[in-house]
């Protein structure tokens, strides 16, 4: 067996979606400048949403978590993996291309599904609208799921983490030029770009898979006893999305009755998907492939290794993220979105939703090392199982918080649920055995992670209070959060350093090993 370099492809992948992100952020920045909280952009946020929500349903979620495991494990066998991609890739393109038919027809019945507080008023129509122009990029981001599937289990991780990359690069070009130079309004450049930023990444990966080796053309699906079985084993796992894409649902549900707060639920999300895209999708899109391989060749002992250093490396860069949106939240969406239609009151209801995200960023970052335990056993039922559940968390928490809340209800649902789920999957996985339990050098490390980190929110608060005058100042408050951010990296790599959280050697020798090669 040739295994996957767990750390070495956590930060190939968290370099370029870390890219991704802050080309993202500027993205949402841009949003936030030119378009602001109000009926454009929640009909923006809501239509992006569908494609989105499916894209998760089939792509990331259900097709990835079966087809991954399979193939990497015809991969390390030489059964045919070519021939396994191709009838997937068929397969796949058909179900969406009736998928996309569907709901270009019924896209008003899907906004009323999906956005109930829209009717009557011009959000609604708007939605519908912005839909139909953005719904087909679910076909083409999909396809580009399963290349970068393929591409990720054979341990080419580059240009599968690179192609988000391309969705913000045209989207941002298209907002600083497009208005300015060729005219028109830009939530029309922003719905525009996105079904051409589909055919862009799809066109990267599978050029990519090309030159590795894989050659996949479309052509008639055939149900194999191969896709029988990937189909059996995606159901649940598809089920499992559905209900964690119905959290979304039921939060967006309860949002789109308060004025502007669809968009500022959609702001504080961007901001606390950075550290989970950057380290938790990173660790998970690397560690699914890498857990199934060793799963085949029975190296058990690599396996708990790997899952342990995953969930070491994960906590370590995720709890002071955490801790930061937690108690610097307003500075952090003050300079970044308080900006021409964004006032100051709507970055003050940003930052209180970024501050109960940061609660449950841990448990987010934790669902994506836990799952692919399961997944790599291509168990796709009990994730299912624990995701129900949670989803009852969810609804319960937003609906039943509402009257109470507001608009601020879906954000602790969220976190809650994100919280029950985790808890669901570390217990689930007691039965597979000290394969599936992380080893004593994890806990003793998260400990001291944990203390480095309540060191660093302690400096971190005081700061603020330091820097108060100069954050609230326009030509002072960018530089001053740079030195608050500079504070914390500096105050958490000490601490931790000295508590024994990490070794900055470990990181290192990574990164000169990456050079050697």
Excluded at 116 to 131: H, I, P
Excluded at 436 to 443: K, Q
């Amino acid at each position: 067996m040739k295994p996957i370099r767990l750390v070495s492809g956590v930060l190939t992948v968290g370099f370029w979606t870390l890219a991704s992100r802050v080309l993202g952020l500027v993205r949402d920045i841009l949003i936030a400048t030119l378009i602001g909280p109000g009926p454009l952009m929640d009909a923006f946020v809501a239509a992006f949403r569908l494609p989105n929500m499916f894209r998760r349903f089939f792509a990331e979620g259900a097709f990835n978590a079966a087809f991954v495991p399979m193939f990497s494990k015809k991969l390390e066998a030489d059964e045919h993996p070519q021939q396994f991609a191709r009838d997937a890739f068929n397969g796949l393109a058909f179900v969406l291309l009736i998928l996309t038919a569907l709901a270009l027809i019924f896209m008003p019945a899907l906004v009323w599904a999906t956005a109930g507080g829209f009717a009557g008023d011009e959000r609604f129509d708007l939605t519908t609208a912005f839909g139909r122009i953005t719904f087909p990029y679910i076909l083409l981001i999909s396809l580009a799921a399963l290349f970068s599937g393929a591409l990720n289990a054979a341990g080419h991780f580059a240009a599968a983490a690179a192609a988000p990359v391309l969705l913000n690069i045209l989207v941002v070009t298209a907002l600083l030029l497009g208005p300015a130079y060729l005219g028109g309004d830009a939530i029309w450049w922003l719905i525009c770009c996105i079904p051409l930023a589909g055919v862009a990444q799809l066109l990267l990966v599978w050029v990519a898979a090309e030159r590795s080796g894989l050659r996949v053309r479309p052509g008639r699906p055939r149900l194999s006893p191969d896709m029988k079985r990937l189909t059996r084993i995606a159901i649940p796992a598809a089920l499992a999305g559905g209900v964690m894409q119905v959290n979304l649902l039921v939060g967006q549900q309860v949002a789109s009755h308060f004025d502007k707060a669809v968009g500022w639920l959609y702001s504080a999300d961007r901001l606390y998907q950075l550290p989970l895209g950057v380290v938790g999708i990173a660790i998970g899109i690397v560690l699914l492939p890498d857990l199934s391989r060793r799963l085949k060749a029975e190296d058990h002992n690599g396996g708990r290794a790997a899952f342990s250093r995953a969930g070491e490396l994960s906590l370590a860069l995720t709890v002071p993220c955490a801790v930061a949106l937690v108690v610097i939240p307003l500075p952090l969406v003050s300079v970044l979105f308080e900006h021409g239609r964004t006032g100051p009151a709507d970055a003050r209801a940003i930052a209180l939703a970024v501050a109960i995200y940061g609660l449950g960023l841990p448990a987010f970052v934790l669902q994506k090392v836990l799952q692919p335990l399961f997944f790599a056993r291509e168990d796709t039922r009990s994730p299912f199982r624990y995701a129900v559940w949670s989803m009852v968390i969810n609804a319960v928490a937003a609906i039943g918080l509402a009257p109470w809340l507001g608009w601020l209800a879906p954000a602790i649902a969220t976190s809650l649920a994100g919280w029950t789920m985790v808890v669901q999957l570390g217990w689930g996985a007691r039965r597979m055995g000290d394969v599936a339990r992380f080893d004593a050098r994890f806990y003793s490390r998260l400990m001291r992670v944990i203390a480095a980190s309540a060191i660093m929110g302690a400096v971190l608060w005081g700061a603020e209070q330091a820097l108060r005058p100069w954050l609230e100042q326009p030509f002072t408050r960018v530089l001053a959060l740079l030195a608050l951010i500079a504070i914390g990296a500096a105050v958490y790599g000490i601490a931790g350093q000295a508590l024994g959280a990490f070794r900055l050697s470990e990181f290192r020798s990574i990164l000169s090993r990456r050079k050697a090669r």
